[in-house]
């Protein structure tokens, strides 16, 4: 079954959400998701040959995993938004956490 933009729209309004209406050819009027859709291509998508749904989703939810309590964030002075619990530790061995076979790391020190 193909929507068209009414049709879509009355689904939105029926779970009372307004739908806001953008100019057309305007990708920059939110940077925010644009920016993310850009890293996730750039740092992930674009390096992978994926075989249906079932492994795309299971590469989102990792990288999802990796940008909110792995990756430093430029945007926000270098801090990670949700710091996994393994940052916090000042001494110790340095080990790497691998995320979808190696494309992701992530570098901590081992729990003492």
Not at 73 to 93: A, C, M, S, V
């Amino acid at each position: 079954m193909a929507l068209n933009t009414k049709s879509f729209d009355q689904i939105l309004k029926s779970a009372t959400i307004e739908p806001v209406i953008l100019p057309p050819k305007s990708p920059n009027l939110n940077a925010y998701a644009e920016r993310f859709v850009r890293s996730i291509k750039e740092e992930c998508l674009n390096n992978l040959i994926l075989f249906g749904e079932k492994s795309l989703r299971y590469v989102v939810k990792e990288y999802l995993s990796y940008y909110h309590s792995e990756r430093n964030h430029q945007g926000l002075d270098n801090i990670i938004p949700f710091p996994d619990e393994r940052l916090g530790q000042k001494q110790g061995e340095i080990v790497k956490t691998e995320r979808i076979g190696g494309m992701l790391n992530y570098y901590h020190r081992k729990s003492a």
